[in-house]
C-alpha cells in the first residue's frame, strides 16, 4: 500500500498531535474495516483480521507508553525506550500494510529477531564524531538461503518514504510559528540494505538516514 496523498498540518505540537490522530487506530473495530477495504478482503475472514486489529492497537499502546517514559529517564536509558517505541510502531505499520501471513503470530516463525546485526568497533573518547560514525555498522541477517530475516526486512518490504513535519517562520519575524508538512516522499519502496551492511556514517553521508 502506498502514500497517495498528504495534508497540510498545523500544531504546535508534533508529538502531541501525532499521538492523538494514531489513537484512532487503537479502535480494532475501526482498524479492521479500513484493513478489510483496503485489501478486499471477504467478510468470512472478520475474526482474522479483527484479531490483527487488536495486536495493532496493542502495539501502539505499547508505542506511547515507551516514547513517554523515555521523556523520564537518563540519557544512558532513553535510547534503549525509543528503541522499542520506534520497534512497536514498526510493527504496528507492518500490521495495518500487510496480509495475516505478518501478524504477530505468525511473524516470530522466521522474524524473531529485529534483523540487524550491529557491529561496533573500538571507538574511542579521542575519536571525531565522523571516525566514530564510521565504526558504528549494521548488517542485514540472512540464513543460509539468502532469505532476509527479521522484523526489520518484514517491515521493509511494505516501508516507503513518509512526509516530512516542519516548523514554519514567518517572514515578518513575528513570534508565530507553526508546523506542518514540508515534504512529501516519493512513492517507492526502500531498498534492500547492502549484504556487507551500512555504517552510520554511510547513513548521514548519503541521505539514507531519511529513509530507513
Not at 90 to 116: P, T, V
Not at 177 to 198: A, D, H, N, Q
Request: positive net charge.
Amino acid at each position: 500500500m502506498q502514500i497517495v496523498n498528504a495534508i497540510s498540518v498545523r500544531s504546535s505540537s508534533p508529538n502531541d498531535f501525532a499521538w492523538r490522530e494514531l489513537r484512532r487506530f487503537q479502535n480494532a473495530d475501526f482498524v479492521t474495516t479500513q484493513i478489510m477495504n483496503l485489501k478486499g478482503i471477504d467478510k468470512k475472514h472478520y475474526q482474522n483480521v479483527q484479531k490483527q486489529a487488536r495486536q495493532l492497537g496493542l502495539c501502539l499502546s505499547l508505542a506511547q507508553d515507551y516514547f513517554a517514559a523515555a521523556s523520564q529517564v537518563s540519557l544512558v536509558t532513553k535510547p534503549v525506550l525509543l528503541y522499542y517505541a520506534t520497534m512497536h510502531l514498526a510493527l504496528s505499520e507492518i500490521l495495518f500494510k500487510q496480509l495475516g501471513d505478518s501478524s504477530l503470530d505468525r511473524a516470530r516463525k522466521n522474524h524473531k529477531h529485529h534483523g540487524l546485526i550491529s557491529t561496533i568497533g573500538s571507538i574511542k573518547n579521542t575519536h571525531s564524531i565522523q571516525e566514530s560514525a564510521s565504526l558504528l555498522k549494521a548488517s542485514p541477517m540472512i540464513d543460509g538461503k539468502e532469505n532476509r530475516l527479521g522484523t526489520f526486512e518484514l517491515w521493509r518490504k511494505s516501508a516507503q518514504q513518509h512526509p516530512w513535519y516542519g516548523i514554519i517562520h514567518n517572514n515578518d519575524e513575528s513570534t508565530n510559528r507553526s508546523g506542518c508538512t514540508t515534504y512529501v516522499g516519493i512513492e517507492e519502496g526502500i531498498p534492500e540494505l547492502p549484504k556487507r551492511g551500512i555504517t552510520l556514517l554511510d547513513c548521514l553521508g548519503s541521505g539514507l538516514i531519511t529513509r530507513i
